[in-house]
């Protein structure tokens, strides 16, 4: 008996495009395609040309499906292509070349993880997000729409950044706290 598509997992579905059913990879473009879209939106402001950026995604994802460990999760697989694509966009408009030193990484931090202070904060933040991500830097924007917005975890944050668990805790939280700065005094937020 045939499994529908939408009852396969993003790993199943990969399985069977390594295997030859090419044709599958549409299904992950449809689960996909409106989240790197929105991921895009956020991360790249004045981006004109978002929908082409989407569209090397998902080839550069084709074309490399191969290299897919189907036992891993598919979601920051996909997410660390799209950032890489964010990055080369930016750099290639960017008069100002983008700085990869990251001193959060030369110091470990141990990783804390309260779920439910993180669904918490993932209420209170999705209220605010909107109006401060264009006055964060983009290491910061980054992170908060990862995990605010597409709801990732440390490990998969992580994962897409090619940082530590504790480096994404790090970051969020001063994110977190460049953005209580730049809320309207009229925005009280309790983190």
Do not use: C
């Not at 598509?5 to 996909?32: C, H, N, P, S, W």
């Not at 978002?50 to 036992?71: G, P, R, T, W």
């Not at 909107?130 to 975890?153: A, C, H, M, P, V």
């Amino acid at each position: 008996m045939k499994i529908p598509e939408a009852q396969l997992t993003d790993e199943q579905i990969a399985l069977l495009v390594q295997q030859g059913d090419k044709e599958k990879f549409g299904f992950l473009m449809d689960r996909y395609e409106q989240k790197l879209f929105r991921y895009g939106k956020k991360f790249l402001f004045d981006w004109h040309n978002i929908e082409d950026l989407i569209q090397e995604i998902f080839l550069k994802a084709y074309q490399n499906i191969k290299s897919f460990d189907v036992s891993q999760k598919f979601s920051p697989w996909i997410y660390r292509i799209a950032h890489n694509s964010f990055i080369n966009a930016i750099k290639k408009t960017s008069r100002s070349p983008l700085s990869f030193f990251d001193f959060d990484t030369l110091i470990p931090h141990p990783e804390h993880i309260d779920e439910v202070a993180q669904e918490h904060d993932r209420k209170a933040m999705r209220k605010i997000i909107d109006q401060g991500l264009q006055k964060l830097s983009s290491n910061y924007r980054e992170i908060i729409i990862l995990f605010y917005l597409e709801e990732l975890s440390y490990k998969e944050i992580g994962d897409i950044l090619h940082v530590p668990p504790g480096t994404v805790g790090i970051r969020l939280q001063r994110a977190k706290k460049q953005l209580k700065e730049n809320l309207p005094a009229d925005v009280k937020l309790h983190l």
